[in-house]
């Protein structure tokens, strides 16, 4: 058995997260812009920060475990 957890909320997240496609924090002309399909260092820190604790407290501290496969 394979443990899916790991790659389905990566996955979910990298897309959730992904700077300028829902949000950018923070925006190129606010703190916050929505849908502005723009990228910067500043926000890819951020994002990529949030992306870390956000996984990490799905996976390993709620032990989140998803099995496939015989």
Request: glycine residues 8%; charged residues 10%; hydrophobic residues 60%.
């Amino acid at each position: 058995m394979q443990d899916w957890a790991p790659v389905v909320v990566g996955v979910v997240l990298f897309v959730v997260l992904s700077p300028g496609l829902l949000i950018e924090l923070p925006g190129t002309h606010r703190w916050v812009d929505f849908g502005s399909l723009r990228v910067t260092g500043k926000s890819a820190v951020v994002h990529t920060i949030v992306f870390f604790v956000l996984f990490a407290i799905v996976v390993v501290a709620c032990k989140l475990h998803i099995y496939t496969g015989a």
